[in-house]
């Protein structure tokens, strides 16, 4: 492929060869946002065109604001990695990937800049439009490969897009004292726990063990949805705002 007429108004289009066709029928119903990790936005976006990395998103956004596409929405860009939400495994031929120029946390963990959070803001509006993407499905890198990735981090502002009618949230229960489950605990509440958080759509094997698997699906739900204190620990405010998720969902899966 030569080239192609960018999906975003104004966006700018480098083409990557990472790409292939959407398996088994499946099309973007879901858009996954990462950070780039890497100190220079350029050095990223040049990474993610290389052959040799075989890694591609189908966007990638500069501090700046400025939006490169580099993959077809209706193709399968490389971006996702090992990674499940709702029982589904092939995230990549399920998604649209962004990803957002951020250092990340090897390497200082800047907060994001106000015109890249507009820009990204329009995409996923643009996006969600184009697809028919379910608020629910405007999830992070971490929420579908806990554990592998951490990305874009507990300093992205989900709360600005929720604002602007982009991704599923609730205020967050405040932390504070009370009844909290840890690794290494066992029983009905760690069960509990697990199948709430798979209801959602994390990929957690519900066993009444608080394992590291456990923790980490934990820790990714903070970042996203309670960040405050990302620790891996199912304090009071973390299953308060796990169970106000759940209520907002369409259809009250709670």
């Known amino acids: 492929m030569s080239g192609f007429v960018s999906e975003h108004a104004g966006a700018e289009v480098r083409v990557s060869p990472n790409f292939g066709p959407r398996r088994d029928g499946m099309r973007p119903d879901m858009i996954v946002l990462h950070y780039?990790?890497?100190?220079?936005?350029?050095?990223?976006?040049?990474?993610?065109?290389?052959?040799?990395?075989?890694?591609?998103?189908?966007?990638?956004?500069?501090?700046?604001?400025?939006?490169?596409?580099?993959?077809?929405?209706?193709?399968?860009?490389?971006?996702?990695?090992?990674?499940?939400?709702r029982g589904v495994t092939d995230i990549n031929s399920c998604s649209i990937g962004i990803e957002i120029c951020n250092p990340g946390h090897e390497f200082g963990y800047p907060d994001f800049c106000a015109p890249q959070i507009e820009a990204v803001i329009a995409l996923c509006a643009g996006i969600s439009m184009r697809h028919g993407v379910a608020p629910e499905r405007v999830l992070a890198h971490s929420d579908v490969a806990p554990g592998r990735k951490r990305d874009p981090g507990e300093k992205f502002p989900w709360a600005a897009l929720h604002a602007a009618g982009i991704g599923h949230l609730v205020p967050p229960a405040p932390v504070r004292g009370g009844r909290f489950l840890t690794a290494g605990e066992s029983g009905e509440p760690v069960e509990a726990l697990q199948s709430m958080l798979a209801l959602y759509g994390y990929g957690l094997e519900?066993?009444?063990?608080?394992?590291?698997?456990?923790?980490?699906?934990?820790?990714?739900?903070?970042?996203h949805f309670r960040p405050a204190l990302?620790?891996?620990?199912?304090?009071?405010?973390?299953?308060?705002t796990l169970h106000l998720l759940l209520s907002a969902l369409p259809g009250r899966l709670s």
């Open 206 to 223: 519900i066993t009444g063990f608080f394992d590291a698997a456990t923790q980490a699906v934990v820790e990714a739900f903070q970042r």
């Open 230 to 240: 990302v620790d891996g620990v199912a304090d009071r405010s973390t299953i308060e």
């Open 36 to 85: 780039t990790g890497m100190q220079r936005g350029e050095a990223a976006e040049m990474w993610l065109c290389n052959p040799e990395s075989e890694v591609s998103s189908h966007y990638i956004v500069h501090e700046d604001g400025r939006i490169v596409q580099m993959v077809r929405e209706a193709d399968r860009a490389w971006h996702a990695g090992r990674s499940s939400w």
